[in-house]
């Protein structure tokens, strides 16, 4: 049975969720789901605004089905290639075999590597500010290479206002009937999954998303319609401000997130001790997270957010913790800046984790090592309470000077 949305007069949601898929790009859990936004206009012409992930195709064909009432489907608008969204274009095409496919120079190649239908033939092909006209509607394509893939493009409705913004603004979590962020709490609710999901998939491209959002800027937009997540009608200037931060790799609070790798709890231990000496110093809501037991996505999207990083692994086969070292790597591969970070190192033959955590930060950009390092040999002392103070007082004095 279909399940369709209506946006505008004219506009419907024609996608669906999935709740069953564990893991989004088999690589980032998913616990509240995730949704497959396409977008049907119903104007003088039909468009639709990208297709959906392979695991929705019965319900994507019959929501389109319900919204065409027997028309055919005239255009297909390709914004973005990943097959979370392009899945079923091939369907799209054997049942429309009309359709022209709406897209820019740098999708043709993609759809071909996917694909063997003959797109030559029915490219419709578009640049910057082109503009495409469906009857009522007038519609201009704005280009943004690498958020998420390098043929990334946005497709502004000049006539509602509508900007259909691609992987932009998206959000793991699957629509529970509310199809509107203005229906659901969405800071209380969905914040941390929207942030989770721009830090670790769109999170290493910030230029590219600043490009974009400086282009966005110059558009009145009244709806926001992206490719996973809610579709925003009200204070979008709200979430623009988030991408903002995130994208400039600002933190987006004075916080502080506590990564530890511990083996039997003498690293834990230490950290413990820390956490309450900063919360003593009026520290709140301090994030601490188990490199062992917490998804990389998490702590990846945690450290966007705080200002500041504690960092403790013990020592292990000469090196990091490996948890806490995939951590790390991760961390630099999404590129994140200006954090002020301190590290914790601990081992029982040798005390080697620290020089290596420290290499690791020191070579992404503008991170400030605090110089008050914690040296742990198994298990922490009475007259190393010293020491942790004097960490916790650097934490909190170089957060107040922010
Ligand atoms: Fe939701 Fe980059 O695909």
């Known amino acids: 049975m279909y399940c369709v949305k209506r946006i505008k007069d004219d506009l419907f949601w024609v996608g669906g969720t999935d709740r069953r898929l564990a893991l989004f790009e088999n690589a980032f859990p998913i616990p509240r789901g995730i949704s497959y936004n396409a977008y049907l206009l119903v104007d003088e012409k039909t468009v639709l605004f990208d297709t959906v992930d392979r695991a929705i195709t019965e319900q994507f064909f019959e929501n389109i089905e319900a919204i065409l009432k027997g028309r055919t489907l005239d255009y297909v608008v390709v914004n973005h290639m990943e097959p979370d969204h392009c899945a079923t274009l091939g369907e799209i095409v054997r049942r429309y075999p009309e359709v022209k496919v709406v897209c820019n120079p740098k999708t043709v190649p993609i759809i071909k590597q996917f694909y063997n239908f003959d797109i030559d033939s029915r490219a419709m092909i578009v640049k910057e500010n082109d503009t495409f006209c469906t009857g009522r509607h007038t519609f201009t394509f704005i280009m943004a290479p690498m958020v998420h893939w390098p043929e990334v493009m946005v497709t502004y409705d000049t006539t509602d206002k509508t900007l259909f913004s691609a992987d932009a603004f998206g959000t793991f979590g699957a629509m529970n009937g509310n199809l509107f962020a203005d229906e659901v709490n969405f800071e209380r ?42 579709v925003w ?13 995130w994208s400039s790799y600002e933190p987006e609070e004075k916080a502080v997130m506590i990564a530890y790798g511990s083996i039997y709890g003498n690293t834990e231990n230490a ?20 490199v062992s037991s917490t998804h990389p996505s998490t702590m990846i999207s945690e450290a966007f957010r705080c200002s500041h990083l504690v960092i403790a692994s013990v020592t292990y086969n000469g090196g990091i913790f490996s948890n806490m070292e995939h951590f790390l790597m991760d961390l630099k591969a999404h590129n994140l800046q200006n954090r002020t970070v301190a590290i914790m190192e601990n081992g029982s033959w040798g005390v080697l984790s620290g020089k290596q955590m420290r290499e690791i930060i020191g070579s992404m950009k503008n991170m400030t090592i605090l110089d008050e390092t914690v040296t742990v040999k198994s298990a922490l002392k009475e007259d190393q309470l010293a020491i942790l103070e004097g960490m916790a007082d650097a934490i909190v004095r170089t957060m107040n000077q922010q």
């Open 189 to 230: 609710d969905w914040l941390d999954d929207a942030r989770r999901y721009y830090t670790n998939i769109v999170g290493k491209y910030g230029p590219s998303v600043q490009t974009l959002l400086k282009k966005a800027s110059a558009l009145e937009i009244h709806t926001l319609c992206p490719l996973h997540g809610p």
């Open 233 to 245: 009608r009200k204070d979008i200037d709200w979430y623009v401000d988030k991408y903002l931060t």
């Open 271 to 290: 950290a413990n001790i820390l956490a309450g000496m900063l919360a003593d110093r009026g520290v709140r809501n301090i994030a601490m997270y188990d």
